[in-house]
T-cell receptor, first 114, second 111 residues
Framework: SQTIHQWPATLVQPVGSPLSLECTVEGTSNPNLYWYRQAAGRGLQLLFYSVGIGQISSEVPQNLSASRPQDRQFILSSKKLLLSDSGFYLC?????????????FGDGTRLSIL | QKEVEQNSGPLSVPEGAIASLNCTYSDRGSQSFFWYRQYSGKSPELIMSIYSNGDKEDGRFTAQLNKASQYVSLLIRDSQPSDSATYLCAVIPGSARQLTFGSGTQLTVLP
């Protein structure tokens, strides 16, 4: 069965520091991968998605970036964090090329910026 | 107009009652519809998928889809306190290839 790992679970970072969040999927090949952010009491905001190695689509312009160095690895990064980057970051995966399949989420990373 | 709209609630029902959660969407070409449950502080968990008009039942959960009226609903029968969570409606619009989430409805089941 497929599993998704996301780490760290919580992170406290000062403003202006860099960020690297990692997500890996097991038990499937060539998954579609996604990064979402959920601000406190708010809905899910899609940040990036990827349909393959090195293929990244950005949904919202911001100071974040994403990379997919391996088939089942997805990384969210920032060079300099802002206070507004605080939130709950979720990685998700799906399969298929028609995008009609549901997405499955990791446990998330709760990021607090001080 | 938001692409996917849900009543934010909170919705409170007594234990054992039927909870009814509703969702409307704007893109008439949408084909895929999902319900997720999100406990406080946790990640969303898929509970139902529905693609065709009508009802789809899974245990105590029933998803209902009406494409002509552009709404999808989730019924929870015999509600339990453990059902207390935020329920997210998600749609893949016909004009896009990504899931679009509603803002969620907070459900509280009172013992």
């Amino acid at each position: 069965s497929q599993t998704i790992h996301q780490w760290p679970a919580t992170l406290v970072q000062p403003v202006g520091s860099p960020l690297s969040l990692e997500c890996t999927v097991e038990g499937t090949s060539n998954p579609n991968l996604y990064w979402y952010r959920q601000a406190a009491g708010r809905g899910l905001q899609l940040l990036f998605y990827s349909v393959g190695i090195g293929q990244i689509s950005s949904e919202v312009p911001q100071n974040l970036s994403a990379s997919r160095p391996q088939d089942r690895q997805f990384i969210l990064s920032s060079k300099k964090l802002l206070l507004s980057d605080s939130g709950f970051y979720l990685c998700a995966w799906s399969v298929g090329t028609g995008f009609d399949q549901p997405q499955h989420f990791g446990d998330g990373t709760r990021l607090s910026i001080l | 107009q938001k692409e996917v709209e849900q009543n934010s609630g909170p919705l409170s029902v007594p234990e054992g009652a039927i909870a009814s959660l509703n969702c409307t969407y704007s893109d008439r070409g949408s084909q895929s519809f999902f319900w997720y449950r999100q406990y406080s502080g946790k990640s969303p968990e898929l509970i139902m998928s529905i693609y065709s008009n009508g009802d789809k039942e899974d245990g105590r959960f029933t998803a209902q889809l009406n494409k002509a009226s552009q709404y999808v609903s989730l019924l929870i029968r015999d509600s339990q306190p453990s059902d207390s969570a935020t329920y997210l409606c998600a749609v893949i619009p016909g004009s896009a290839r990504q899931l679009t989430f509603g803002s969620g409805t907070q459900l509280t089941v009172l013992p």
